[in-house]
């Protein structure tokens, strides 16, 4: 079946570092990729998609690449804030559902 | 816009009763909407799938008596915990999605704690 496999965390980074979180996944065919951002206490909130091979979705300074050829969409921020700090799920969807990574928890200080 | 919402937000009920967790799309028509149960510190699992005016289809392993899921319009499913028992105890997603393609966006409802004394 379908997996996904996310860099476990928790990371923790100095305000306005480089921030990368790795996601492959491997499914049947060629699923839609998705980032979501989850706050303490809260839901889900999607972050940004892409649904094809080297489409790049971003949002809010976050973007990542549909890489087909290392089935990856890793997540990038170039200069992460305090706010940033959260746990962020990378997801592919193939079929009637999405299929989650375990989580990475994100923790930024000034 | 794509606004979720469940209610409650947080329950507390005593082992042995019932509770009913509601998920609505406040802006947009949910042709179909999913049910997630996520333990502390982990990912989401995927109880079951609901489409309008149909019966739920339940991933493998999850009791679809125990979990009951009722769909009855385009903007509200629920998710009845029946004889709760304190394993029951975890966060409550729900998800909606405007069409039945794997390719649109589902939208996370703000979760439900659910907790069996």
């Known amino acids: 079946g379908d997996s996904v496999t996310q860099m476990e965390g928790p990371v923790t980074l100095s305000e306005e570092a480089f921030l990368t979180i790795n996601c492959t996944y491997t499914?049947?065919?060629?699923?839609?990729l998705f980032w979501y951002v989850q706050y303490p206490g809260e839901g889900l909130q999607l972050l940004l998609k892409a649904t094809k091979a080297d489409d790049k979705g971003s949002n809010k300074g976050f973007e990542a690449t549909y890489r087909k050829e290392t089935t990856s969409f890793h997540l990038e921020k170039g200069s992460v804030q305090v706010s940033d700090s959260a746990v962020y799920f990378c997801a592919g969807g193939g079929g009637n559902k999405l299929t989650f990574g375990t989580g990475t928890q994100l923790k930024v200080e000034l | 816009g794509a606004v979720v919402s469940q209610h409650p937000s947080r329950v507390i009920c005593k082992s042995g009763t019932s509770v009913k967790i509601e998920c609505r799309s406040l802006d947009f028509q949910a042709t179909t909407m999913f049910w997630y149960r996520q333990f502390p510190k982990q990912s989401l699992m995927l109880m079951a799938t609901?489409?309008?005016?149909?019966?739920?289809?339940?991933e493998q392993g999850v009791e679809k008596d125990k979990f009951l899921i009722n769909h009855a319009s385009l903007t509200l499913s629920t998710l009845t915990v029946t004889s709760a028992h304190p394993e029951d105890s975890s966060f409550y997603i729900c998800?909606?999605?405007?069409?039945?393609?794997?390719?649109?966006?589902?939208?996370f409802g703000p979760g439900t704690r659910l907790t069996v004394l």
């Open positions: 998800s909606a999605r405007h069409g039945r393609a794997s390719t649109d966006t589902q939208y």
């Open positions: 609901s489409n309008e005016g149909s019966k739920a289809t339940y």
């Open positions: 499914a049947t065919g060629y699923p839609s």
